[in-house]
């Protein structure tokens, strides 16, 4: 929570020397808290679902304890992937929660938001296609240990990815190398494209009715969190095939 | 169809070879050097349903890499296996419904919960229906004699109580074929009795194929029949544990209680000789032998007892393993240097 705290003192910091993050990209400050706010969702969901999840699987392949559930009558990514919820890192979501009412509110008496009854259904849809990715990146991390015996940067790993969804992706398309960044992080590990339609959604921050292009990449996230969710089952499986247990 | 076919199954681990000190350490970031172990060398073993084989060896010889191999943990690098007729390594949930692997120096049980929590999991996993679960689950509690420490954590059960319960968890769902590895380590005489005991009224009751590794001789002579002995990855023998004693271990043991000191003392000259506790004298004699010795010394001295036995099976093994290692040893030699 306290890093929360400092992460909007931050940007609110930031938004008393400018009015929008990009020009004429329709981030200014509320629609900028409401992309904040998806984000502590979606990361409080990975952290509370997967995060312990994920870096215990790590553990279990150094030790050799994989091997249990390897012999178990039920899918192995399923088995390691859920036996524990870190219910401590639920409360960054109820703030995020809490920073999209508020901003959302102050948003509504600045200008028109155009909701319908399928608002918010699409915003909870798209919010779990963007747990599903970073849970497909998280695995794909997680499951380099069994090539590597140990795997003990899964955190620091997990931070220097999580460091580029964190921003509206316009900001990426100013130069070579942002633009670079954008299209690995869109085409590639689609992590932008899943914290950023969310927050679109209920921001709008280039008006209603979207643009083609929006429309487009909301198709994109859906194919995206569909295509992470398999290549991280195939490296999944792949890793497993490499697994060589530990000595008794 | 046997329980168990596994035909020309080898298993080759690349291992680091790293060499000590902060400069070998940053040398390995450049260059790294493998030594090949191989844990498991085209193995060929068939295993009928209702066996209870013993697989022996020394330490590292490859028992535990060939369990893992049944059990579907790890893959091969060559060769076949079918266990009930299913490859291991494919993990078909049909397949882990029908065996389990306890390792006895793993804890499969939730460590800070009651070992009750750990059955009810697996119960649902293994699709056990829930009055089928209670019988087995009292059956084996009772049979192993820790129905009052069911709702205890598990990390506050002893070393046995815990070998106990997690056999009670391997055999919730009743498999047909059971892997053990080492189950009576670390367990004193009493608990490994205990265990064995129980595992043999299981075998008998379930009919179920089982391979235990152990380097418990007690444990092999109460429950095996058949023993195969596996050194450096190959399988170095195959029969009962009778063809082992009879084959490995050319003497007899002739314990004499002799009715006076004089005998003794004639006697106490006789090559192979073991221990003199007087008026008991131990000593060693060729089995071919045994019968012309003992004639000879009952038409000269007067012998109170006679007890002729077969050296204690630790010794045969021990004397099996090093014969297995000489013969690795002179492979290695003959091999052409590449």
Same mark, same amino acid.
């Given at each position: 929570?306290?890093?929360?705290?400092? @992460?909007?003192?931050?940007?609110?910091?930031?938004?008393?020397?400018?009015?929008?993050?990009?020009?004429?990209?329709?981030?200014?400050?509320?629609?900028?808290?409401?992309?904040?706010?998806?984000?502590?969702?979606?990361?409080?969901?990975?952290?509370?679902?997967? +995060?312990?999840?994920?870096?215990?699987?790590?553990?279990?392949?150094?030790?050799?304890?994989?091997?249990?559930?390897?012999?178990?009558?039920?899918?192995?990514?399923?088995?390691?992937?859920?036996?524990?919820?870190?219910?401590?890192?639920?409360?960054?979501?109820?703030?995020?929660?809490?920073?999209?009412?508020?901003?959302?509110?102050?948003?509504?008496?600045?200008?028109?938001?155009?909701?319908?009854? #399928?608002?918010?259904?699409?915003?909870?849809?798209?919010?779990?296609?963007?747990?599903?990715?970073?849970?497909?990146?998280?695995?794909?991390?997680?499951?380099?240990?069994?090539?590597?015996?140990?795997?003990? @940067?899964?955190?620091?790993?997990?931070?220097?990815?999580? @460091?580029?969804?964190?921003?509206? +992706?316009?900001?990426?398309?100013?130069?070579?190398?942002? +633009?670079?960044?954008?299209?690995? #992080?869109?085409?590639?590990?689609?992590?932008?494209?899943?914290?950023?339609?969310?927050?679109?959604?209920?921001?709008?921050?280039?008006?209603?009715?979207?643009?083609?292009?929006?429309?487009?990449?909301?198709?994109? /996230?859906?194919?995206?969190?569909?295509?992470?969710?398999?290549?991280?089952?195939?490296?999944?499986?792949? /890793?497993?095939?490499?697994?060589?247990?530990?000595?008794? | 169809?046997?329980?168990?076919?596994?035909?020309?199954?080898?298993?080759?681990?690349?291992?680091?070879?790293?060499?000590? &000190?902060?400069? =070998?350490?940053?040398?390995?970031?450049? %260059?790294?050097?493998?030594?090949?172990? %191989?844990?498991?060398?085209?193995?060929?073993?068939?295993?009928?349903?209702?066996?209870?084989?013993?697989?022996?060896?020394?330490? &590292?010889?490859?028992?535990?890499?060939?369990?893992?191999?049944?059990?579907?943990?790890?893959?091969?690098?060559?060769?076949?296996?079918?266990?009930?007729? *299913?490859?291991?390594?494919?993990?078909?949930?049909?397949?882990?419904?029908?065996?389990?692997?306890?390792?006895?120096?793993?804890?499969?049980?939730?460590?800070?919960?009651? =070992?009750?929590?750990?059955?009810?999991?697996?119960? *649902?996993?293994?699709?056990?229906? $829930?009055?089928?679960?209670?019988?087995?689950?009292?059956?084996?509690?009772?049979?192993?004699?820790?129905?009052?420490?069911?709702?205890?954590?598990?990390?506050?059960?002893?070393?046995?109580?815990?070998?106990?319960?997690?056999?009670?968890?391997?055999?919730?769902?009743?498999?047909?074929?059971?892997?053990?590895?080492?189950?009576?380590?670390?367990?004193?005489?009493? =608990?490994? %009795?205990?265990?064995?005991?129980?595992? $043999?009224?299981?075998?008998?009751?379930?009919?179920?194929?089982?391979?235990?590794?152990? *380097?418990?001789?007690?444990?092999?002579?109460?429950?095996?029949?058949?023993?195969?002995?596996?050194?450096?990855?190959?399988?170095? %023998?195959?029969?009962?544990?009778?063809?082992?004693?009879?084959?490995?271990?050319?003497?007899?043991?002739?314990?004499?209680?002799?009715?006076?000191?004089?005998?003794?003392?004639?006697?106490?000259?006789?090559?192979?000789?073991?221990?003199?506790?007087?008026?008991?004298? $131990?000593?060693?004699?060729?089995?071919?032998?045994?019968?012309?010795?003992?004639?000879?010394?009952?038409?000269? *001295?007067?012998?109170?007892?006679?007890?002729?036995?077969?050296?204690?099976?630790?010794?045969?093994?021990?004397?099996?393993?090093?014969? =297995?290692?000489?013969?690795?040893?002179?492979?290695?030699?003959?091999?052409?240097?590449?």
């Amino acid at each position: 929570m306290a890093w929360a705290g400092m @992460n909007w003192g931050l940007f609110k910091i930031i938004y008393r020397h400018t009015g929008e993050i990009g020009l004429d990209s329709g981030w200014h400050e509320h629609e900028f808290f409401i992309f904040l706010g998806t984000i502590w969702i979606i990361n409080s969901l990975i952290q509370t679902l997967f +995060m312990a999840n994920a870096a215990e699987f790590s553990e279990l392949i150094r030790t050799g304890n994989l091997d249990f559930a390897l012999l178990k009558p039920i899918d192995t990514q399923f088995l390691i992937s859920f036996p524990r919820i870190n219910w401590s890192q639920l409360p960054n979501g109820i703030l995020g929660v809490m920073l999209i009412a508020h901003s959302l509110s102050e948003l509504m008496q600045e200008r028109e938001i155009y909701f319908s009854v #399928f608002s918010l259904p699409a915003f909870l849809f798209f919010i779990g296609c963007g747990a599903v990715v970073m849970y497909s990146v998280m695995i794909c991390l997680a499951s380099t240990s069994i090539w590597f015996g140990r795997n003990q @940067n899964l955190y620091n790993f997990w931070f220097y990815i999580t @460091n580029f969804y964190r921003y509206p +992706m316009e900001i990426y398309q100013r130069s070579g190398v942002g +633009m670079a960044l954008w299209g690995t #992080f869109t085409f590639v590990v689609p992590i932008l494209v899943v914290s950023n339609i969310p927050a679109r959604i209920l921001a709008q921050p280039l008006g209603t009715p979207w643009k083609p292009w929006e429309w487009g990449l909301a198709a994109y /996230a859906i194919i995206g969190s569909i295509w992470s969710l398999m290549a991280s089952r195939w490296v999944f499986k792949r /890793a497993l095939k490499s697994y060589r247990s530990a000595s008794s | 169809m046997p329980t168990i076919e596994i035909k020309n199954l080898s298993k080759t681990y690349r291992v680091y070879q790293k060499q000590e &000190g902060l400069l =070998a350490s940053i040398r390995g970031l450049f %260059h790294r050097e493998y030594r090949e172990v %191989h844990a498991v060398n085209d193995i060929n073993l068939t295993v009928e349903e209702g066996e209870f084989v013993a697989f022996l060896g020394p330490n &590292g010889a490859g028992k535990t890499t060939t369990l893992k191999l049944l059990s579907g943990v790890i893959n091969p690098d060559q060769g076949s296996v079918k266990v009930l007729g *299913h490859v291991p390594w494919e993990r078909e949930n049909e397949y882990r419904r029908k065996f389990a692997l306890v390792m006895g120096q793993k804890n499969q049980l939730w460590w800070d919960l009651p =070992a009750m929590e750990s059955f009810r999991l697996n119960q *649902h996993i293994y699709c056990v229906p $829930k009055d089928e679960f209670e019988r087995t689950r009292d059956e084996l509690c009772e049979m192993l004699n820790v129905t009052s420490l069911l709702g205890r954590p598990v990390r506050e059960l002893s070393l046995g109580e815990r070998m106990k319960m997690e056999l009670i968890a391997a055999l919730i769902h009743k498999p047909d074929v059971l892997f053990l590895d080492e189950p009576t380590i670390g367990l004193d005489v009493v =608990a490994q %009795h205990k265990i064995q005991e129980f595992l $043999k009224a299981y075998q008998q009751e379930q009919n179920n194929t089982i391979l235990l590794t152990s *380097h418990y001789m007690k444990d092999i002579e109460a429950l095996c029949k058949r023993v195969v002995i596996i050194a450096h990855g190959s399988i170095y %023998h195959d029969g009962s544990l009778e063809d082992i004693v009879d084959q490995f271990s050319g003497d007899k043991i002739v314990t004499l209680q002799l009715h006076d000191d004089r005998s003794l003392e004639a006697i106490s000259k006789i090559p192979n000789l073991i221990e003199i506790d007087a008026p008991k004298i $131990k000593f060693r004699v060729d089995r071919d032998g045994v019968g012309r010795v003992l004639s000879q010394i009952l038409s000269e *001295h007067a012998v109170d007892d006679i007890v002729v036995e077969d050296p204690p099976l630790e010794e045969v093994i021990s004397n099996v393993f090093s014969q =297995a290692e000489e013969k690795n040893r002179r492979e290695v030699e003959t091999l052409p240097n590449s």
